[in-house]
């Protein structure tokens, strides 16, 4: 069935992606704040997120289906700088953003983090208590129980992403990419943990979990667990690139950093059980990123 989705955060890495994965099948509106953006086949708009009242106006013009939250402020040390302003980006924004939603009927997916947890166990599931180390992870924490109290039919993903990102801002994978083939040396933690999920299949998981009808808390990661500094020797060897610019290092010697949780997996049991299949593995959508640059679709991210 063709919907209409309109995703906030619309210069974002995710929302981009978003809007490349399903233009096709469903309508969508990029909603921006400051920076406008454009690509083909896709409506964009300004959206003003610091008022519900306006949140109200733009459903109303533009008739969602769904809306999809991606925007927030993710860097862990301008969150630590000013907890105001993390406050109201990761907290008050999505709380009048789920409110909106609630009043006119329109399923609400928002994205959460995988940044919640300060044990050092691996693949939490979604009944583990959050106890988060930082402001980033608190502010996050705490809008996953205002959204779902003002509108409890809310998708909350619990995730952590990487695909092709635009000019004005790299990607995670982006950055490791440019190294290697530049032969720059470029240190990732070896004591770090996650299981991140290409961005293309984080948004078709969800639109698939949406039609089986879920809501409440969901993990959207990869099958498989590891470490960050493996990451990188991923995609080198999936981009037949040499990973000897590659370097281990590890979070427990970096002092001066905001404090960050080493173990950030997570347990995708719940969402694999739903929809009746694996989330994919690390390999197979590294590879997918891959097939992503050979049909041009990242160099129109990247020439944004």
Same mark, same amino acid.
């Given at each position: 069935?063709?919907?209409?989705?309109?995703?906030?955060?619309?210069?974002?890495?995710?929302? $981009?992606?978003?809007?490349?994965? @399903?233009?096709?099948?469903?309508?969508?509106?990029?909603?921006?704040? %400051? #920076?406008? &953006?454009? =690509?083909?086949?896709?409506?964009?708009?300004?959206?003003?997120?610091?008022?519900?009242?306006?949140?109200?106006?733009?459903?109303?013009?533009?008739?969602?289906?769904?809306?999809?939250?991606?925007?927030?402020?993710?860097?862990?040390?301008?969150?630590?700088?000013?907890?105001? $302003?993390?406050?109201?980006?990761? @907290?008050?924004?999505?709380?009048?953003?789920?409110?909106?939603?609630? %009043? #006119?009927? &329109?399923? =609400?997916?928002?994205?959460?983090?995988?940044?919640?947890?300060?044990?050092?166990?691996?693949?939490?599931?979604?009944?583990?208590?959050?106890?988060?180390?930082?402001?980033?992870?608190?502010?996050?924490?705490?809008?996953?129980?205002?959204?779902?109290?003002?509108?409890?039919?809310?998708?909350?993903?619990?995730?952590?992403?990487?695909?092709?990102?635009?000019?004005?801002?790299?990607?995670?994978?982006?950055?490791? =990419?440019?190294?290697?083939?530049?032969?720059?040396?470029?240190?990732?933690?070896?004591?770090?943990?996650?299981?991140?999920?290409?961005?293309?299949?984080?948004?078709?998981?969800?639109?698939?979990?949406?039609?089986?009808?879920?809501?409440?808390?969901?993990?959207?990661?990869?099958?498989?667990?590891?470490?960050?500094?493996?990451?990188?020797?991923?995609?080198?060897?999936?981009?037949?690139?040499?990973?000897?610019? =590659?370097?281990?290092?590890?979070?427990?010697?970096?002092?001066?950093?905001?404090?960050?949780?080493?173990?950030?997996?997570?347990?995708?049991?719940?969402?694999?059980?739903?929809?009746?299949?694996?989330?994919?593995?690390?390999?197979?959508?590294?590879?997918?990123?891959?097939?992503?640059?050979?049909?041009?679709?990242?160099?129109?991210?990247?020439?944004?």
């Amino acid at each position: 069935m063709r919907r209409k989705i309109l995703i906030t955060g619309g210069s974002g890495l995710l929302a $981009l992606n978003w809007a490349l994965a @399903v233009r096709e099948r469903h309508d969508v509106v990029l909603g921006f704040h %400051r #920076r406008a &953006v454009s =690509l083909s086949g896709v409506a964009s708009r300004h959206l003003d997120l610091t008022s519900e009242a306006a949140v109200l106006q733009a459903i109303d013009d533009v008739q969602p289906d769904w809306i999809a939250h991606t925007a927030g402020l993710t860097s862990v040390e301008a969150c630590e700088k000013d907890p105001e $302003l993390a406050t109201q980006a990761n @907290v008050m924004m999505p709380t009048g953003i789920a409110k909106a939603c609630a %009043r #006119r009927g &329109v399923k =609400l997916i928002h994205i959460s983090t995988d940044h919640l947890f300060s044990q050092a166990q691996p693949l939490i599931d979604e009944s583990h208590p959050v106890s988060p180390l930082n402001t980033y992870g608190r502010t996050k924490a705490e809008a996953e129980v205002r959204v779902l109290d003002a509108c409890g039919e809310a998708l909350v993903a619990r995730t952590n992403f990487y695909g092709w990102g635009p000019s004005y801002r790299q990607s995670f994978s982006d950055a490791i =990419l440019a190294a290697l083939q530049e032969r720059r040396p470029y240190t990732l933690f070896e004591d770090v943990f996650y299981n991140p999920i290409l961005c293309e299949a984080l948004v078709l998981t969800l639109h698939e979990l949406v039609e089986h009808g879920a809501s409440g808390i969901y993990h959207v990661v990869a099958d498989e667990r590891l470490s960050k500094h493996d990451f990188g020797l991923r995609l080198a060897r999936n981009f037949d690139l040499d990973t000897a610019p =590659l370097r281990a290092g590890r979070l427990a010697d970096q002092a001066m950093l905001v404090r960050r949780p080493r173990e950030m997996s997570l347990s995708n049991d719940k969402a694999r059980r739903l929809l009746g299949r694996p989330l994919g593995g690390i390999d197979e959508q590294i590879e997918q990123l891959k097939r992503q640059r050979e049909l041009k679709l990242a160099r129109e991210v990247q020439e944004l």
